[in-house]
């Protein structure tokens, strides 16, 4: 059925608005689902504003229909039972599934947009939103135990001044949110992924996990790739990852994004790939070493890349008894060196998080 003369009451115009704006489905997903065009779909978006707190403007100036969606209307009771009896042992069932089921063991094609409409009514949609919303606070704080444990790698497009598009690509350290490497590439192809990863191994070490969507310029469908045979010689276990994992690349979208809000805006635009690489090393250089991070504590990705998570903690609560401030840090062979000091004429330094030494002013001078 074409969607081209077909009304929609206010509250069908609200639910499909919301559910768009939820963010978890395509517009061309909403537009199947619901049977509604998508130019029809983003002109009620542009109407709100993108705001769930605009939804009255998609009422009808001749006045809308009762606020009440059509599922009770387009679904047998039979169907409607059905529905929350399979609900019981398929919580996780949505309007698609229930359409597929219905054809495939009912021979019954039922309307995916009044099933999801049924779903909604019924409270289903929103209890799930709930539980995914708390669920994904736990997903998004997904991470391993230790440096190189596994490195997250993608690819983003910048635009340059005159239109020339040039690729970052980006290796982040998962538990430490250090950018290991991050370099411009003229093209999104694996002749030039591959050295960066090779860079990326001798400068900090070999990973046990490489972590990357399934793009072309990592693997292919139906042949074994030299990117994937380069990791396979330094037995690296590559997890091309879909969406919903939780050993998915959110930290290096976070990384995406922080490029777009902290970097673009301010050391951009850039004219040249060289200029762009030359304001990215110096960016890279505050991110990891100077730039705190709220997932972190406050701490800085290269603490922890480095080791030095704990000794800093039990350094930063000693500078904040005494008044003092840190110095210097380093991690040579296992010795975590951190040296505090002297707002008040002493220096402490600090191996492996224990206090070692705490000499005075005048011990200093001698």
Same mark, same amino acid.
């Given at each position: 059925?074409?969607?081209?003369?077909?009304?929609?009451?206010?509250?069908?115009?609200?639910?499909?608005?919301?559910?768009?704006?939820?963010?978890?489905?395509?517009?061309?997903?909403?537009?199947?689902?619901?049977?509604?065009?998508?130019?029809?779909?983003?002109?009620?978006?542009?109407?709100?504003?993108?705001?769930?707190?605009?939804?009255?403007?998609?009422?009808?100036?001749?006045?809308?229909?009762?606020?009440?969606?059509?599922?009770?209307?387009?679904?047998?009771?039979?169907?409607?039972?059905?529905?929350?009896?399979?609900?019981?042992?398929?919580?996780?069932?949505?309007?698609?599934?229930?359409?597929?089921?219905?054809?495939?063991?009912?021979?019954?094609?039922?309307?995916?947009?009044?099933?999801?409409?049924?779903?909604?009514?019924?409270?289903?949609?929103?209890?799930?939103?709930?539980?995914?919303?708390?669920?994904?606070?736990?997903?998004?704080?997904?991470?391993?135990?230790?440096?190189? #444990?596994? !490195?997250?790698?993608? *690819? /983003?497009?910048?635009?340059?001044?005159? $239109?020339?598009?040039?690729? &970052?690509? @980006?290796?982040?350290?998962?538990?430490?949110?250090?950018?290991?490497?991050?370099?411009?590439?003229?093209?999104?192809?694996? #002749?030039? !992924?591959?050295?960066? *990863? /090779?860079?990326?191994?001798?400068?900090? $070490?070999?990973?046990?996990? &490489?972590? @990357?969507?399934?793009?072309?310029?990592?693997?292919?469908?139906?042949?074994?790739?030299?990117?994937?045979?380069?990791?396979? #010689?330094?037995?690296?276990?590559?997890?091309?990852?879909?969406?919903?994992?939780?050993?998915?690349?959110?930290?290096?979208?976070?990384?995406?994004?922080?490029?777009?809000?902290?970097?673009?805006?301010?050391?951009?635009?850039?004219?040249?790939?060289?200029?762009?690489?030359?304001?990215?090393?110096?960016?890279?250089?505050?991110?990891?070493?100077?730039?705190?991070?709220?997932?972190?504590?406050?701490?800085?990705?290269?603490?922890?890349?480095?080791?030095?998570?704990?000794?800093?903690?039990?350094?930063?609560?000693?500078?904040?008894?005494?008044?003092?401030?840190?110095?210097?840090?380093?991690?040579?062979?296992?010795?975590?060196?951190?040296?505090?000091?002297?707002?008040?004429?002493?220096?402490?330094?600090?191996?492996?998080?224990?206090?070692?030494?705490?000499?005075?002013?005048?011990?200093?001078?001698?």
């Amino acid at each position: 059925m074409s969607s081209k003369n077909q009304r929609f009451s206010f509250a069908e115009k609200s639910i499909i608005v919301r559910t768009a704006l939820e963010g978890e489905l395509s517009l061309d997903e909403i537009s199947e689902m619901f049977n509604v065009r998508k130019p029809t779909l983003n002109n009620w978006l542009k109407k709100v504003d993108h705001s769930t707190e605009n939804l009255d403007r998609l009422k009808s100036k001749r006045g809308h229909l009762p606020a009440t969606t059509k599922a009770s209307q387009g679904l047998a009771e039979w169907i409607k039972k059905e529905i929350d009896f399979k609900l019981i042992e398929n919580p996780n069932w949505g309007a698609l599934k229930f359409r597929e089921y219905f054809f495939r063991h009912c021979q019954e094609l039922v309307s995916q947009k009044d099933i999801y409409f049924y779903l909604k009514d019924s409270g289903v949609i929103e209890a799930r939103r709930k539980r995914k919303s708390a669920s994904t606070t736990h997903n998004r704080r997904f991470e391993f135990d230790g440096p190189l #444990d596994a !490195v997250q790698c993608d *690819l /983003l497009q910048l635009t340059l001044v005159g $239109g020339e598009k040039a690729y &970052l690509v @980006t290796f982040i350290d998962d538990y430490s949110r250090f950018i290991l490497n991050s370099q411009l590439v003229p093209t999104k192809s694996m #002749d030039f !992924v591959i050295p960066c *990863l /090779l860079k990326t191994i001798r400068q900090h $070490g070999v990973m046990d996990r &490489l972590i @990357t969507d399934k793009g072309s310029e990592f693997v292919n469908w139906t042949s074994f790739t030299r990117f994937e045979q380069i990791l396979s #010689d330094w037995e690296v276990e590559l997890i091309a990852s879909g969406p919903d994992k939780p050993q998915c690349q959110g930290k290096i979208e976070r990384w995406h994004k922080t490029l777009r809000d902290d970097f673009e805006d301010v050391y951009g635009p850039f004219t040249t790939v060289v200029e762009a690489q030359d304001s990215l090393n110096r960016f890279l250089a505050f991110y990891n070493f100077e730039r705190p991070s709220e997932a972190l504590n406050g701490l800085v990705p290269a603490d922890r890349f480095y080791g030095l998570n704990d000794e800093l903690v039990k350094a930063l609560s000693h500078c904040r008894d005494t008044d003092e401030r840190i110095y210097f840090t380093c991690n040579i062979a296992g010795k975590k060196l951190v040296v505090c000091g002297p707002k008040h004429g002493s220096i402490s330094v600090f191996i492996n998080g224990k206090e070692e030494l705490n000499n005075d002013k005048e011990a200093i001078r001698r």
